[in-house]
């Protein structure tokens, strides 16, 4: 009995040792990665084991294209120093259109960082002034005494600060709302054109006509007119309570509800054309489709108050100048000394275009001095034939590129901010502006080629009048002599930075071992990884 009961203990321990060793080989079983494949394995396959098959491939192939293009695309490592140049001078290559300024009036000067004294710019042969005529303008066409108080005025009622803004643009419903409602006038003057219902509380027929006028408010906020110039503008849907503003509308000449008055800035003011005209009065239907339709046919018909070319033509300032290596700025100012002629300050217009601007070494601009010299020539024979006198500003900013930096080798981060400003337009608003560019100037060595990179920021600062010879000028020109008593200096200003570090770009060796070592062991860890996930994909859809 005791050695059967021990047989059966022990048994028992055995049985038990068996199953504890069942449970681990199954285990190891089930993570085992070196099976041998059998004819039985290969029978079992299934769609998804395809698919999966198929996406393996695609992303082995993905990974040797995308480390091949990692392999043949340089990198680089930067290195900041501070710039080390044995050149005096430095070359600023420009193409600047200015678009109503006669070339008889300018002159492109250079001065110091603090704007006292004139600095030589090398040859002026290096500069070439073309007029560009304007299509279609035969004579000059000054600004009158009225166009420029009308401009003033709205250019006063375009500065309006945010804060008063919502005054002006909300309805006049009644005088306990939250909005001051002082000026009827400077509410209508705010936009160019704006559409005024008046009305009072207790006419029913306003009453009847209110969701329509409400919809068509909806509606205008989506809509663009095209004016009489060609252009789009919004309307401004506004409406007046006349029981509450009955001033306002006295004042307005309004008498009988609903009234709809169209106003526009040029039949408000004697600037647009004549003498004040008032507003336009709709008299149709009252309907969205009507209201939509006749306020386009009349926007066509009215006049605008707007800037307008004064002279025939405007001018191209093209070529290089060879300045100090050190801060400065250079200056397009109008010079009255040619013309006898000082314009008016007031109503002169600096908008430009710069075509092209970049800083250069003049040892890598000698070729592209000489070709731009031979497009200067060709151009001006050219003009004698068909009269356009106007060079083409993409192909002189591509051939001072192309000759000076050999600009498609440069990686993009620097390239993209050589010529930050070309095809750039900068236009004014406003009388008595003039434009100021501040650059900051930055050396970039790359390939043991220099170039130069810049930021820039942008304002157009007031035209004030000058104190006069040997006086203090408190205006944007710095303090400076005047070379005609009491006059302002007009001029656009280009005022640059160079900063003493240099960033240094230098290629990193890539070597055959890398790259092969790289390779093997992404496609190593996403084979491993495929055959581990493809196993559960197959448990999850097992077709």
């Known amino acids: 009995m005791a050695e059967a009961r021990f047989r059966k203990v022990g048994s028992s321990r055995s049985q038990l040792t068996i199953e504890e060793k069942g449970a681990v080989q199954k285990f190891l079983r089930k993570t085992d990665d070196f099976t ?14 395809g698919c999966l098959t198929i996406s393996v491939f695609g992303f082995l192939i993905f990974y040797l294209c995308m480390e091949l293009w990692n ?22 290559n420009l193409d600047i259109h200015f678009h109503d300024v006669p070339c008889d009036y300018m002159e492109l000067s250079v001065f110091d960082a603090f704007g006292y004294e004139k600095v030589e710019h090398g040859d002026e042969t290096n500069l070439w002034y073309i007029p560009v005529t304007h299509d279609g303008m035969v004579g000059e ?52 054109f704006t559409f005024v219902l008046f009305y009072a509380d207790w006419c029913s027929h306003c009453r009847v006509f209110h969701p329509t006028w409400n919809l068509l408010a909806e509606q205008a906020q989506k809509l663009s007119f095209v004016t009489k110039r060609g252009s789009k503008e919004p309307v401004k849907i506004l409406k007046i309570n006349c029981v509450d503003f009955e001033k306002a509308c006295r004042d307005a000449k309004i008498d009988g509800y609903p009234t709809l008055n169209f106003y526009a800035r040029s039949r408000m003011k004697k600037g647009g054309g004549g003498d004040k005209k008032g507003p336009i009065e709709y ?56 013309t006898l002629k000082q314009l008016n300050p007031k109503t002169v217009d600096l908008s ?10 003049l040892q890598q601009n ?37 000759f000076n930096l050999n600009f498609k080798t440069l990686p993009l981060e620097i390239s993209s901010k050589i010529n930050p400003m070309d095809q750039k337009e900068f236009k004014i608003q406003q009388f008595g ?8 100037i930055s050396s970039v060595e790359f390939d043991d080629h220099r170039v130069y990179t810049m930021t820039m920021t942008n304002e157009f600062a007031r035209i004030t009048q000058s104190a006069g010879r040997n006086k203090q000028r408190y205006d944007i020109e710095h303090f400076e002599d005047s070379d005609d008593e009491g006059a302002p200096k007009i001029r656009a200003r280009f005022n640059y930075d160079l900063s003493p570090l240099s960033v240094k770009y230098e290629k990193k060796q890539k070597t055959l071992y890398e790259f092969t070592t790289k390779l093997l062991g992404l496609l190593g860890g996403l084979y491993t990884a495929a055959k581990n996930g493809g196993r559960h994909v197959q448990k999850l859809f097992p077709f």
């Open 283 to 338: 008299q149709g239907k009252r309907t969205v489709e009507d209201l939509v339709s006749w306020l386009q046919k009349t926007i066509k018909k009215v006049d605008q108050i707007g800037r307008h070319y004064q002279f025939k033509s405007g001018c191209q300032v093209i070529g290089h100048l060879e300045v100090p290596r050190v801060p400065g700025e250079f200056r397009v100012e109008l010079n009255s000394k040619r």
């Open 352 to 361: 430009h275009t710069v075509n092209h601007l970049s800083f250069g070494d």
């Open 36 to 49: 041998v494949a059998t004819d039985e394995a290969f029978e079992a396959a299934k769609t998804t084991g």
């Open 366 to 402: 000698i070729q592209a001095n000489e070709v731009m010299k031979g497009m200067v020539s060709q151009q001006k024979h050219n003009a004698k034939k068909n009269g356009s006198t106007q060079m083409d500003a993409k192909q002189v900013g591509e051939y001072i590129m192309y």
């Open 433 to 440: 502006r003039a434009p100021e560019h501040h650059l900051k």
């Open 71 to 92: 392999f043949v695309i340089p990198e680089y490592d930067k290195r900041l120093g501070i710039v080390a140049s044995g050149d005096k001078l430095m070359q600023i």
């Open 141 to 192: 066409k000054f600004y009158t005494q009225d166009e420029i108080d009308a401009l003033e005025e709205i250019n006063k009622m375009e500065d309006v600060p945010d804060y008063k803004r919502p005054d002006l643009e909300a309805d006049w419903k009644s005088t306990s709302d939250q909005f001051k409602h002082n000026n009827f006038e400077q509410a209508i003057l705010l936009h160019e």
